[in-house]
């Protein structure tokens, strides 16, 4: 069993994406195939910056007026790359360049950064339309994993939806306003047209589309103050390795299984309340009355809802101020979280050890029912078989700086030590992305 009373993991800083911006950076996005990450900047350009050598490519400018405060990229695009960013100008801009297999030369040591950072090379960047609408500052954008629909929301209170129907031609398919105060954060999930919300109204909301029209299905009220983000887990945790324990599957564990395949990718928030939550859809046809570990209900019905969403556990707290970020491993299933108080918490998901008594429930359970059908479950009231530890904490991680945004992202440099090995990227006003590394601790963690 993890001894939680120590950290089993420590984050080592790797290197600092250089050079920083001379102003405070908001949000950092990992490019979904190629080795590169946009940073957006408070003095109104995104930088995209290599994975590979750690040095900036392209400098992205010219196109809004005040901060950009968000960047996303548009999956599956074939032959360029397509940028969304999203400034406190209210405006949206749409960002696109050819050849995107060009950012891979700097492996072979050439000074692409260099030529890169004058933003007027022919292979740069180009402008390729806005997208007005909202009244005021825009938050946060999203693109949806199919790249059909770009969400965008804002301090006006709205989530606005666009289709792109062709290059530059996009149609508003939606605006949605259930929200009753700014929205910071909108996120997709990995497998279904749902869209969720997070806001200064303390809510998280979730909408999907029906008919002709989008509309809210869900409203997640356990945060007590504002939520600053939300995120899906990943398509692929329903591969983590939860499968193999030395001893093989309780019954109940079977069941925690079978429930993660049915119910899908869940959902993850923070908020200035200092709490990371995780939330799970329930299958159709069972009853979502569950409460959290407080005893307290996590779920408020409305006429509104028609999926049922419950608040499946808080996370050990280790924040002390708001969590403005958080970011769900699609490798490993871990989650890390960053905020105002300049830390860094890594936490994983284990099994919850088992009792004597319960496995003697298990067995006697196996033995009473071995002509049961294969589809009987066990009762209701059978403990969780899961929990979160916290396995690393990183403190003062931009020295005296709040950390606006953490990302995890594919390594791509030539230390990278196995396959798939992740990093964590941290965004933080002293305009520094920072690539952070987490090792296993042998005995102590360095100072």
Same mark, same amino acid.
């Given at each position: 069993?993890?001894?939680?009373?120590?950290?089993?993991?420590?984050?080592?800083?790797?290197?600092?994406?250089?050079?920083?911006?001379?102003?405070?950076?908001?949000?950092?996005?990992?490019?979904?195939?190629?080795?590169?990450?946009?940073?957006?900047?408070?003095?109104?350009?995104?930088?995209?910056?290599?994975?590979?050598?750690?040095?900036?490519?392209?400098?992205?400018?010219?196109?809004?007026?005040?901060?950009?405060?968000?960047?996303?990229?548009?999956?599956?695009?074939?032959?360029?790359?397509?940028?969304?960013?999203?400034?406190?100008?209210?405006?949206?801009?749409?960002?696109?360049?050819?050849q995107?297999?060009?950012?891979?030369?700097?492996?072979?040591?050439?000074?692409?950064?260099?030529?890169?950072?004058?933003?007027?090379?022919?292979?740069?960047?180009?402008?390729?339309?806005?997208?007005?609408?909202?009244?005021?500052?825009?938050?946060?954008?999203?693109?949806?994993?199919?790249?059909?629909f770009?969400?965008?929301?804002?301090?006006?209170k709205?989530?606005?939806?666009?289709?792109?129907l062709?290059?530059?031609?996009?149609?508003?398919?939606?605006?949605?306003?259930?929200?009753d105060?700014?929205?910071?954060?909108?996120?997709?999930?990995?497998?279904?047209?749902?869209?969720?919300?997070?806001?200064?109204?303390?809510?998280?909301?979730?909408?999907?589309?029906?008919?002709?029209?989008?509309?809210?299905?869900?409203?997640?009220?356990?945060?007590?103050?504002?939520?600053?983000?939300?995120?899906?887990e990943?398509?692929?945790?329903?591969?983590?390795?939860?499968?193999?324990?030395?001893?093989?599957?309780r019954?109940?564990?079977q069941?925690?299984?079978?429930?993660?395949?049915?119910?899908?990718?869940?959902?993850?928030?923070?908020?200035?309340?200092?709490?990371?939550?995780?939330?799970?859809?329930?299958? #159709?046809?069972?009853?979502?009355?569950?409460?959290? &570990? %407080? /005893?307290?209900?996590?779920?408020i *019905?409305?006429?509104? !809802? =028609? @999926?049922?969403?419950?608040?499946?556990?808080?996370?050990?707290?280790?924040?002390?101020?708001?969590?403005?970020?958080?970011?769900?491993?699609?490798?490993?299933?871990?989650?890390?979280?960053?905020?105002?108080?300049?830390?860094?918490?890594?936490?994983?998901?284990?099994?919850?050890?088992?009792?004597?008594?319960?496995?003697?429930?298990?067995?006697?359970?196996?033995?009473?029912?071995?002509?049961?059908p294969?589809?009987?479950?066990?009762?209701?009231?059978a403990?969780?078989?899961?929990?979160?530890i916290?396995?690393?904490?990183?403190?003062?991680?931009?020295?005296?700086?709040?950390?606006?945004?953490?990302?995890?992202?594919?390594?791509?440099?030539?230390?990278? #030590?196995?396959?798939?090995?992740e990093?964590?990227? &941290? %965004? /933080?006003?002293?305009?520094?992305? *920072?690539?952070?590394? !987490? =090792? @296993?601790?042998?005995?102590?963690?360095?100072?």
């Amino acid at each position: 069993m993890p001894d939680a009373s120590r950290p089993s993991h420590y984050l080592r800083c790797l290197t600092a994406l250089a050079p920083p911006s001379s102003s405070r950076s908001w949000q950092s996005a990992p490019h979904p195939a190629q080795p590169i990450v946009a940073t957006a900047c408070a003095d109104r350009s995104v930088r995209v910056y290599s994975l590979t050598s750690f040095t900036l490519l392209h400098s992205i400018t010219g196109g809004h007026k005040r901060s950009v405060r968000s960047v996303s990229w548009k999956p599956g695009t074939a032959g360029q790359s397509v940028l969304a960013t999203g400034s406190f100008d209210a405006s949206a801009g749409i960002w696109r360049r050819e050849q995107p297999q060009q950012e891979e030369r700097d492996k072979a040591g050439e000074e692409e950064g260099e030529e890169g950072e004058e933003g007027d090379t022919a292979d740069d960047y180009q402008f390729s339309c806005i997208l007005d609408g909202h009244e005021s500052e825009i938050k946060c954008l999203s693109w949806s994993p199919s790249g059909q629909f770009l969400a965008t929301c804002s301090r006006d209170k709205s989530v606005w939806i666009w289709e792109e129907l062709d290059d530059d031609n996009f149609e508003t398919v939606a605006v949605l306003q259930e929200h009753d105060g700014d929205v910071k954060c909108v996120a997709w999930h990995p497998e279904d047209a749902l869209l969720a919300s997070a806001s200064y109204d303390d809510t998280v909301r979730l909408y999907r589309e029906d008919a002709d029209d989008w509309v809210q299905v869900a409203r997640l009220d356990a945060h007590g103050q504002t939520v600053w983000w939300a995120e899906f887990e990943g398509s692929a945790m329903a591969q983590r390795d939860f499968r193999a324990q030395p001893h093989g599957l309780r019954r109940s564990q079977q069941h925690h299984v079978e429930q993660l395949d049915r119910a899908g990718p869940r959902l993850a928030t923070c908020s200035d309340d200092c709490t990371v939550r995780i939330w799970r859809r329930a299958p #159709r046809g069972t009853d979502a009355t569950h409460s959290a &570990s %407080t /005893g307290v209900p996590s779920i408020i *019905r409305s006429v509104t !809802l =028609d @999926e049922d969403w419950y608040q499946e556990a808080v996370l050990p707290q280790r924040h002390e101020r708001s969590i403005y970020s958080l970011s769900w491993s699609r490798v490993t299933g871990m989650l890390v979280s960053a905020g105002s108080d300049g830390k860094i918490v890594v936490y994983k998901e284990v099994w919850t050890p088992s009792t004597p008594d319960a496995d003697a429930n298990d067995d006697a359970n196996d033995d009473d029912n071995d002509d049961a059908p294969a589809t009987e479950e066990p009762p209701t009231s059978a403990p969780p078989t899961t929990h979160w530890i916290v396995v690393c904490e990183r403190f003062a991680a931009h020295s005296v700086y709040e950390i606006n945004h953490v990302t995890w992202a594919k390594r791509a440099d030539t230390g990278k #030590r196995w396959e798939n090995e992740e990093v964590v990227l &941290s %965004t /933080g006003d002293d305009g520094e992305v *920072r690539v952070w590394v !987490l =090792d @296993e601790c042998d005995s102590s963690p360095p100072v």
